[in-house]
């Protein structure tokens, strides 16, 4: 080995934030089982000593998993539509809008079949979408709804746009488009 030099590969470093993001997308295409943390490192090709240099253990990463789903999925979406201009009708259409061009809802299935079988974050999704919920109530109870037209318009919205976005994703986005409007207009009008 004198004079030679051995270039040693270094393999590319995962963030936590990719972890977490590449760990969507297998979780949602695989199936909706419980999770295996091997069939996640499989899939994302990185070695098990990867996922334990960012998560201590598999509760710990699945709190992770659907902190980063909250934050990327719904808070930041509240963010967008709460900055805007116009009234709540303007504002809950673009809030349709932008969840199915942006296929903000993609993921919903897979957390709630993660909800299902992993109890110890059940609690933590359902205060997501509950969440999702407030905020679409609150733009439903500008437009002047209360009581249960209030409650079940906002529950339906929710429902609407987390399970639907997986039916309208095999659409043209033109179609998708006309599709929401007229749930929209069914929904709120």
């Known amino acids: 080995l004198f004079g030679m030099v051995v270039a040693i590969k270094k393999k590319k470093k995962h963030s936590r934030e990719q972890w977490l993001q590449k760990s969507l997308d297998v979780i949602s295409g695989q199936g909706f089982g419980r999770i295996v943390i091997d069939n996640i490192v499989k899939s994302i090709k990185v070695t098990k000593g990867s996922f334990y240099w960012h998560f201590k253990d598999r509760n710990d990463f699945l709190e992770h998993l659907v902190t980063y789903w909250d934050e990327n999925f719904t808070r930041n979406v509240m963010q967008h539509i709460a900055a805007m201009q116009g009234d709540a009708g303007k504002r809950l259409l673009e809030l349709m809008m932008y969840v199915t061009r942006k296929r903000l809802a993609r993921y919903d299935a897979a957390i709630l079949s993660l909800a299902h079988n992993e109890p110890h974050v059940s609690n933590q999704i359902a205060v997501v979408f509950e969440s999702r919920i407030e905020f679409v109530a609150s733009l439903i109870a500008e437009m002047g709804y209360k ?41 709120v009008c």
Do not use: C, P
Not at 148 to 170: A, P, W, Y
Not at 173 to 185: F, H, T
């Open 147 to 187: 009581g249960l037209d209030l409650e079940l318009r906002s529950r339906m919205i929710v429902t609407f746009m987390s399970q639907e976005q997986n039916v309208l994703s095999q659409k043209a986005v033109k179609e998708q488009v006309r599709l929401i409007k007229k749930a929209y207009d069914l929904l």
